[in-house]
């Protein structure tokens, strides 16, 4: 098949054949990553902006990296450095950048629906790098692969996502991409931080920890959002590391050959315990790891094709 | 005109070609050692594999192996819709190999020169040289081939297809002028 998306706004809009591909197109570049020289002439001459209005480190490092491997030329504006701070609104940040012409631009703000906002607006092709709590397409894809990676097919497998389900965009992206995918969702989390219809989105929704990941083959956790208020929804991190942490004991109660998963950035001792974090099971990264490979087929399946026939 | 398809060599030919050409490389390189064939996917990897199995038979050594992919390397990706990348799997470091390169059908160069440039960001092999079933002209690159299964002058409207079968060993060589 050829799959040739203009954006990557969401999980959402797009069918399980094209996650697939997706995935297949980023175990070829998984090779690269591996060599003594880590660059191929792919996107040569073609220009990608990261534009992140939120602090990062892993996606944005990851994006940048993917676009320079593939000999693209990235630059980097985060917006404590950029004219944001003078009082400029995202539309004219926007359309400033587009006037020099980049291909692309990957994008990470706090207000869910910025990326559709620009994408409606702008000629050049958006990349969602995060949009406030609503999605984060390269995380849930990336945690896809890493998936498919330790377990061969993502099918009839059982995941446990747990934690602030309510603040976290890579849990809506996550739900939406390891259903099409056709895995078993179990979500789980303080009762004030599962919001209301989660069943709406096709998965099993829990309230207590241990419930959840009996038998599970995977399981995600994720931290508190400290800078979305998460902190006050729960009465201390202590009693939420008690009731939902993951730790040795009650890891037992996955699968044997289950694995652990965590975005990033973890916070030890409160979602999850050092022991699991740094132990046999984790897969944190590899997480990692994969991003570069499933960013760079991102870019490449946004850059590449007829599109850029009228521009070149 | 109606389309016609000729046949160009049969399965008994394309074996004698494939037989003589893995004698030419042995010859050349004086066995296998620092020896490595790298098929280019897909077609000229089911030659490679199908060349390495005649110098382990005639040599009764293995050789080195690598499979392709060029995609990435492509001089008309922005033209093309998108084009599936396939992977590249060479294990073994190119440092002083003397590598053959392979692949079913030369035309324009254009797809050798891409796998040239690939091989050279991965290592930095000793020589290069180049193994063809058909070569059928109309190059548009300074490349030329070291051994040859068979030459085959072609208009431009005409197509050279490669048969495999279930186990991609090639079967017949056609030619479809439309």
């Known amino acids: 098949m050829s799959f040739n998306p203009e954006h990557i706004l969401g999980i959402k809009n797009l069918t399980a054949e094209e996650i697939s591909f997706i995935l297949d197109t980023a175990e070829s570049f998984k090779e690269i990553n591996t060599r003594q020289i880590k660059k191929v002439p792919t996107l040569r001459g073609k220009t990608i902006i990261n534009l992140f209005f939120e602090a990062s480190t892993r996606t944005r490092t990851s994006f940048e990296i993917a676009g320079k491997r593939l000999s693209a030329d990235t630059v980097n504006i985060s917006a404590s450095s950029s004219s944001v701070v003078k009082g400029e609104t995202l539309e004219d940040t926007a359309q400033n950048i587009e006037a020099m012409h980049p291909d692309i631009i990957v994008m990470r703000h706090s207000a869910s629906g910025a990326c559709d906002y620009l994408a409606e607006r702008l000629n050049c092709s958006i990349i969602n790098a995060g949009d406030g709590t609503h999605e984060h397409p390269s995380q849930a894809l990336l945690d896809a692969f890493t998936i498919r990676q330790h377990k061969g097919d993502i099918k009839g497998l059982t995941v446990t996502i747990a934690g602030d389900i309510a603040h976290s965009r890579v849990v809506r992206s996550n739900i939406y991409c390891l259903n099409k995918l056709g895995a078993t969702v179990r979500i789980t989390g303080p009762k004030t931080m599962l919001p209301p219809g989660l069943e709406r989105l096709g998965c099993e929704v829990h309230s207590n920890l241990k419930e959840a990941i009996t038998d599970a083959d995977c399981i995600m956790m994720l931290r508190i959002q400290r800078e979305r208020q998460g902190k006050t929804l729960i009465p201390s991190l202590r009693e939420y590391a008690r009731f939902f942490g993951l730790n040795d004991h009650n890891l037992q109660l996955a699968k044997k050959d289950a694995i652990v998963m965590h975005p990033g950035p973890i916070n030890r001792g409160v979602e999850i315990s050092s022991a699991v974090a740094d132990g046999k099971q984790n897969v944190i990264l590899d997480q990692v790891e994969n991003g570069v490979a499933v960013r760079m087929a991102l870019l490449y399946l946004v850059a590449g094709g007829e599109k850029l026939q009228q521009d070149c | ?178």
Request: glycine fraction near 6%; include cysteine.
């Open chain 2, 1 to 178: 005109m109606a389309a016609e398809t000729i046949e160009i060599l049969d399965t008994d030919g394309v074996n004698r070609a494939l037989t003589r050409i893995a004698h030419e490389i042995l010859e050349r390189n004086k066995g296998v050692k620092d020896l490595a064939l790298i098929g280019i996917r897909t077609g000229g990897a089911y030659i490679a594999s199908q060349l390495r199995q005649r110098i382990v038979e005639i040599e009764g050594k293995d050789v080195l192996f690598g499979t392709i992919d060029v995609t990435m390397y492509r001089d008309d990706l922005c033209t093309r819709s998108n084009l599936a990348v396939g992977q590249t799997d060479i294990k073994f470091p190119l440092k002083n190999c003397k590598i053959v390169l392979i692949d079913d059908v030369l035309f324009t160069g254009r797809t050798i020169r891409a796998a040239m440039d690939a091989i050279m960001d991965i290592g930095r092999p000793e020589n290069i040289q180049l193994a063809i079933l058909v070569d059928r002209g109309h190059r548009e690159l300074p490349i030329r081939p070291d051994y040859i299964g068979r030459n085959l002058p072609t208009a431009r409207n005409e197509q050279i297809e490669v048969d495999f079968d279930a186990e991609y060993k090639a079967q017949a060589i056609h030619l479809f002028r439309k």
